[in-house]
């Protein structure tokens, strides 16, 4: 995995500038996998661990922001962990968070590229659609139709875990999860 980042966390590679965002000349840095020790500036939290970031292309017609899951188109198989549709909009689907380092207002416009994580420690917003509930550290989560979290259900893709207890789901809260490949399964 190539440790030297093409962009700073926290940044985008065109920096948010909508006259220089292409998609095109940088396709060489899409999908690749960079691993980092997560203690950059204190962005997100405080847990000091390794994490594992990916450089994606917002390829939806909207900006991002950080605290969902985005989703990649299921038919252009060349666009998985490359080129981002949207946010998650389904129950259950697959998808990868955005990296917290960006924070609550930062904005990823389209064709910019930014770090999702693969594995690793972060934050991501509770589900506001779903029934009043608690979420208990080390329980399996999903994401639900708006790109948030929520308990994982039955043939849900499970997406990682949540760090700490007693968060209510509905309550739109910045939720701790520790996201990775040895989650990602139905459950």
Known sequence: M?????????????DGDTNRATSTGTDHILGQEFTVKNDHGGHGHSVSSEMTLIAIRNGSSGNLSTGKGIRFDPLVAKNLHRICEDY?????????????????????VPNDIFYAVLDGPVHIKTALDSVSATITGGVPLTFDASGQVET???????IGVADVA????????DLLVWVGRKFASNF
């Open 152 to 158: 994982a259900a039955a043939n849900d893709h499970v």
């Open 166 to 173: 007693n968060i209510t789901t509905n309550t739109n809260s």
């Open 2 to 14: 190539n440790k030297n980042l093409p962009f700073e966390r926290g940044a985008t590679y065109f």
């Open 88 to 108: 998650v909009a389904s129950q259950g689907l697959y998808g990868l968070a955005i990296d917290d380092a960006y924070g609550d207002s930062y904005t990823i």
